[in-house]
């Protein structure tokens, strides 16, 4: 058996005959199953069972009457039983388009990476399946935010919240994962050193069903990222109070000499962000210094510019506060210091440290091929 696709389903059978007519075209002379793993409380484990007597590619299922781990548990159950060398997965809602699976192998087979992301976010992908505006929104800051928590395992990655692409199953240890909610493919990268490449896709809308996302998912990525990585995170957060504790110490202090509070804050803000890079450049991002594309001077350039930036803005709002609500400068500066405290940390992560994407880290889709996998038009 050369591939094994995976689908984890719940609730999906209305899509179950239509992807797998799908599935069998584009896997056409390939030594291919389809593998559904699924969690369903309808009529999906019959569907499947009915379209798998007439399939022209072999279908199996796993039924779990307990789906531990969601959507991620279900993805690690089938690279578990899967019998390909290579192991699609993709969402059986017809989102992920079945042609470009074809596109998918090519480039693993052409490349000899370990994993090929299928990118919304990369080349002519698109992400206009999504449904409004806000979804879109949450999507990209979603990946911004595990790009910062990772920054060398997912360095030649756009998408990591695709739920589309293929891995080499000798390559993943099932065993290492810790499945929880969506994100399986942010858990095989944060877990495991892994080669990569990406394909630009199209994220189609879906056939038939509704939208299992909900705040509860959101919920349990952030749990997740915070379970897979908190170790970055750690001592960024703990230099970063320790500056606010600097902070308002000195504002505090310059107010008891007698100095009035806006130029006092503006001194504070001013001595920690320069304590605060010091200790980062060392305790915190000191693997990535020779990664990214500035020297110490540089680096503490943009640091500085953004960091002055938000204190800038920080110091409005501190004054607009004071002297409209709240007349305590002490409270008003450390609830406005929690606030920008992650997106200081994304900025630092995504430009000042960032790292230099590796080698070939992104493949264009075969010229005759559009970017959802159909034949382009002469």
């Known amino acids: 058996m050369d591939v094994t696709v995976v689908v984890p389903t719940f609730n999906e059978g209305a899509n179950v005959p239509e992807l797998v007519r799908r599935l069998g075209l584009a896997l056409d002379g390939v030594a291919a199953e389809v593998l559904f793993v699924d969690d369903s409380r309808d009529d999906t484990p019959q569907v499947v069972e009915e379209v798998a007597r007439t399939s022209v590619v072999p279908v199996r299922m796993i039924h779990r009457e307990r789906p531990d781990g969601g959507l991620s548990g279900a993805v ?6 899967a019998r390909g060398e290579r192991v699609v997965v993709m969402d059986g809602d017809l ?15 052409d490349t000899g990476v370990d994993v090929v992301v299928a990118s919304r976010y990369t080349g002519r992908g698109d992400a206009g399946g999504l449904d409004g505006w806000h979804r879109k929104a949450v999507s990209k800051v979603s990946g911004l935010l595990a790009r910062s928590m990772f920054p060398l395992r997912l360095r030649n990655v756009t998408d990591p919240m695709t739920g589309f692409f293929v891995v080499r199953a000798g390559a993943v240890d099932a065993a290492a994962l810790r499945p929880r909610g ?50 970055r995170l750690s001592p960024f957060a703990l230099i970063g109070a320790s500056g606010a504790v600097a902070n308002l110490v000195i504002l505090a202090v310059l107010q008891q000499l007698g100095v009035h509070y806006l130029p006092a804050a503006v001194a504070a803000n001013v001595l920690t962000i320069v304590g605060n890079f010091l200790l980062q450049e060392r305790f915190v991002f000191g693997d990535l210094r020779a990664e990214g594309r500035f020297g110490v001077w ?42 920008a405290f992650m997106l200081r940390y994304v900025f630092l992560a995504q430009v000042v440290y960032r790292p230099r994407r590796t080698g070939r880290s992104s493949v264009s889709a075969p010229d005759e091929l559009g970017v959802d996998g159909t034949r382009a038009s002469s």
């Not at 690690?76 to 039983?81: K, T």
């Not at 989102?95 to 087979?109: R, S």
């Open 76 to 81: 690690v159950e089938g690279l578990r039983s």
């Open 298 to 339: 540089g680096r503490f350039a943009q640091s500085f510019a953004f960091n002055g930036t938000e204190a800038l803005v920080r110091t409005v709002f501190l004054w607009w506060i004071v002297e409209r609500a709240v007349p305590h400068p002490e409270l008003v500066q450390a609830g406005l210091i929690l606030v």
């Open 182 to 231: 969506f994100k399986i493919l942010l858990e095989i990268l944060a877990r495991q050193r892994l080669t990569v490449a990406e394909v630009p896709f199209v994220f189609g809308r879906r056939f038939a069903g509704t939208s299992k996302a909900d705040v509860r998912n959101g919920t349990r990525y952030l749990m997740q990222l915070a379970s897979l990585r908190f170790g």
């Open 95 to 109: 989102q992920h388009p079945p042609e470009m699976v074809p596109v998918l192998l090519a480039a693993a087979a």
